[in-house]
């Protein structure tokens, strides 16, 4: 019997290879997993419950239970930048942080995300560190999850125009703030299974 185990997961989509990177809640520690009929229906944002199990140092997903069906797009080369992304940029840059932050609104005023700019280059890969898990997103969503319930949607922009890469977690999935972040980067929303999957 091949051992397993369970936990409660963020789904990224595997940037090295096939198949789904989990990202264990509580440990923050990334697992890849094999592409396999129980990854089928899980998109790159869900939070799953999960069962995995090893074989030789390969991992599988083989029990699954959608919680929460937000959405990750990881885009390199974004471009153009919108304009309060390039604003963070240039504020955190002045401030010489390694992470800024700003809210973002709607034409109403109304909060509508939350905009995070990490500063890349040197020795770290901001952008394949948060692709692979190495950094999580977690804590992020956690924080939005205090003021807007999910699902959300969330954005990793990498633009040759700043030397930052931009986490934009748009508050509401399927609004038009996201619908519009996607037209602009070219990251059609996936297609999505109906019913959840079962284990």
């Keep these: 019997m091949?051992?397993?185990?369970?936990?409660?997961?963020?789904v990224l989509e595997n940037p090295h290879g096939e198949g789904l990177v989990l990202v264990e809640v509580e440990t923050m520690e990334p697992t890849a997993v094999e592409p396999t009929g129980r990854t089928e229906g899980?998109?790159?944002?869900y939070l799953i419950d999960g069962t995995v199990a090893w074989d030789e140092g390969r991992a599988e997903l083989v029990e699954v239970s959608v919680r929460e069906r937000s959405l990750i797009e990881f885009v390199d080369g974004a471009e153009p930048l919108f304009e309060v992304a390039r604003e963070l940029c240039e504020e955190t840059r002045r401030a010489g942080e390694a992470v800024g932050s700003r809210t973002t609104v709607s034409t109403d005023g109304v909060a509508n995300g939350?905009?995070?700019?990490?500063a890349d280059g040197g020795a770290r890969d901001v952008f394949d560190e948060l692709s692979t898990g190495?950094?999580?997103?977690?804590?992020?969503?956690?924080r939005l999850?205090?003021?807007a319930e999910g699902p959300h949607e969330v954005f990793v922009l990498r633009s040759?125009?700043?030397?930052?890469?931009?986490?934009?977690?748009v508050a509401r999935k399927g609004s038009t703030?996201?619908?519009?972040?996607?037209?602009?980067?070219?990251c059609p929303r996936p297609t999505e299974p109906e019913t959840e999957s079962g284990s």
Excluded at 134 to 142: G, H, T, V, Y
């Design 2 to 10: 091949r051992p397993t185990s369970q936990g409660r997961f963020r």
């Design 42 to 45: 899980v998109r790159p944002g």
């Design 114 to 118: 939350a905009l995070y700019a990490f």
């Design 134 to 142: 190495a950094l999580p997103i977690e804590p992020l969503l956690d």
């Design 145 to 147: 999850g205090e003021h």
């Design 160 to 169: 040759p125009e700043v030397a930052f890469v931009l986490v934009y977690l």
């Design 177 to 186: 703030l996201a619908d519009t972040v996607r037209e602009t980067y070219g």
